[in-house]
């Protein structure tokens, strides 16, 4: 009886050892390709709202400005104008407005957990 347990603990502790090798690799594996796709293809920012005018984009017709290797959206052919007279300025706008609607996301995906962990609590304390 004792040396079943013993064998299958063994077992146990070498499918994770397999699995935890078989992580390492995939990850070495995956490592070197990103610098490539980023150096050879411009990153979409992926901007809503026009850095230039401050307004939401909703038009079909896409406006766009490749600068340092990532596209921005503009609203109109104008504010696409207006962006190369000052690149470097409406990019930190933009990328701005981009990181600030990412960490909105990111702190309502925080209550959310939070939210279901406080609700797993509450049905173990009435069991
Ligand atoms: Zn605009």
């Known amino acids: 009886m004792v040396k079943k347990v013993v064998g299958l603990v063994a077992i146990a502790a070498l499918l994770v050892s397999v699995g ?14 990103t610098p490539d796709t980023t150096e050879a293809a411009p990153v979409e920012v992926g901007n809503t709202v026009c850095p230039v005018c401050d307004t939401a984009i909703t038009g079909t017709e896409k406006y766009t400005v490749v600068q340092n290797g990532k596209i921005y959206n503009l609203c109109s052919e104008n504010c696409k104008e207006s962006f190369l007279t000052d690149p470097d300025t409406y990019a930190a706008l933009a990328e701005a407005q981009v990181a600030a609607l990412q960490a909105s996301q990111a702190a309502e995906e925080t209550a959310t957990t939070e939210a279901t962990t406080e609700a797993k609590t509450e049905k173990v304390d009435l069991e």
């Open 20 to 33: 935890l090798a078989g992580v390492a690799m995939a990850q070495e594996a995956e490592a070197p390709a």
